[in-house]
């Protein structure tokens, strides 16, 4: 109130002795207007008119710089706060510009970083839409491929599953008895053959004898060689036939072997066979898994509950890794992020009660400071007042607002903030 009076008096000085410096150039204007009147009076002195001037406008540069020192102490908020000295009935206020946020802040959902560049083919989401946590928001071009994948490991899963309960089962009683039936057939078959060759063997041994006594005939002349040359011919042959007689007895043996195996195998679960079951359907339901996590991967999921603010890629885009999909909000709860200088941080207590106001809605709504932070930094909001700092070291308060539904749709929007101390 003091300051306001002496800036009145100086201004009062200043125009007085303008007032005066006006008048003395009046009166010599005038003088030089008439110099016939000039002329019958006593010339005047101008030695204190040029004095009257230069004081004139020193005492009004001191009142003007006074004034604009008074202004520029208290600026206008900007990315800044000003304490408000109130009155009795009014307390004590910090003053600042905030922005507001939804709780959380605003998320860039981008498309999975496993994939690389990904081109989105349908956007199930519009802007203002409300979303759910894991909600799909976008499909992106790998997604048929990877439903394929996924169709064709849950298949293979299912066959190897099939597979690990048969070995458990064992074989069926059906196939024991068919098995058995087989070890019989062959053993049957081996007696057969046996007989077939050792009667080869006895008709041998007839050719031999026949043979050797017509070949002591031959020597004595009695018959021809042609008559002897049907007996040697009898006994090879006979020869080649008990070979080969010999050697299906053998074959037949070993098919006599390998039924009486396949017998033991069918009548025993073997643990070998069980563990190489379970290690295929384990390898199966990797697969499974590994599908399942590619086909996720190709859905633009929403990671929390909040509102679609804006959506920064179209269908047909390749996602942006700066930008991502959309920009997505918790608006059920908004913040306020005040700017307070650092100077007056030290009275920001959390819980203290703060009111916002601003030209985009009427009004004024209240909030508490829930969050001081920790870091001192640069403003960031910028007011209007072209004298006011622009380059101050602030600290980011959060206050959270009582109520949020009028500013829902309000993100970032510039908000003035006083905050009682």
């Known amino acids: 109130m003091q300051v306001d009076e002496q800036a009145d008096k100086q201004v009062g000085m200043a125009t007085e002795i303008g007032n005066i410096a006006e008048d003395a150039q009046s009166n010599s204007a005038r003088n030089q207007t008439s ?94 839409d409300v979303v759910k946590q894991g909600q799909v928001i976008a499909i992106l071009d790998s997604y048929d491929t990877s439903v394929a994948a996924l169709l064709q490991a849950q298949s293979q899963a299912q066959e190897s599953d099939r597979n690990l309960a048969k070995v458990r089962a064992g074989a069926k009683s059906g196939d024991i008895v068919a098995q058995e039936g087989n070890v019989l057939s062959a053993a049957a078959n ?27 005939v031959y020597k004595e002349g009695a018959i021809s060689q042609t008559v002897l040359d049907t007996y040697r011919l009898k006994v090879d042959t006979l020869q080649g036939q008990l070979l080969q007689a010999q050697q299906q007895v053998q074959q037949a043996q070993f098919q006599l072997r390998q ?79 005040a700017e307070i200088y650092e100077t007056d941080i030290g009275k920001i207590k959390v819980g203290q009660k703060a009111t916002i106001e601003s030209e985009a809605f009427e009004g004024e709504i209240t909030g508490k400071v829930d969050r001081i932070g920790l870091r001192i930094a640069k403003n960031d909001v910028l007011g209007t007042d072209p004298a006011a700092k622009t380059d101050v070291r602030i600290i980011e308060v959060k206050i959270k607002l009582d109520e949020s539904t009028k500013v829902s749709g309000l993100t970032n929007l510039q908000v003035r903030v006083k905050v009682e101390v």
Do not use: C, H
């Open 190 to 216: 081996i007696k057969s053959l046996e007989a077939n060759a050792a009667r080869i063997k006895a008709e041998l041994e007839i050719a031999g004898r026949d043979y050797n006594r017509f070949l002591q």
């Open 259 to 337: 039924s009486q195996g396949q017998l033991s195998s069918v009548q025993e679960v073997r643990p070998i066979d069980v563990q190489y079951a379970e290690a295929q359907l384990q390898t199966a339901i990797v697969n499974v898994k590994k599908a399942e996590v590619a086909l996720d991967l190709a859905q633009v999921r929403a990671p929390i509950d909040g509102q679609v603010l804006k959506i920064n890629s179209k269908v047909g885009e390749i996602v942006s890794q700066t930008g991502g999909v959309i920009e997505i909000g918790n608006t059920s709860q908004m913040y306020v992020v």
């Open 35 to 128: 110099p016939m009147k000039n002329a019958l009076q006593p010339k005047q002195s101008n030695k204190f008119l040029l004095p009257a001037i230069a004081l004139a406008l020193a005492a009004l540069g001191i009142s003007i710089w006074f004034v604009l020192g008074r202004f520029s102490s208290n600026p206008a908020p900007t990315a800044t706060s000003t304490n408000v000295s109130g009155s009795k009935d009014q307390p004590k206020a910090i003053s600042a510009l905030g922005r507001l946020e939804p709780q959380g802040e605003v998320i860039k959902v981008a498309s999975p970083s496993a994939l690389g560049t990904s081109r989105i083919v349908k956007m199930m989401i519009k802007e203002g």
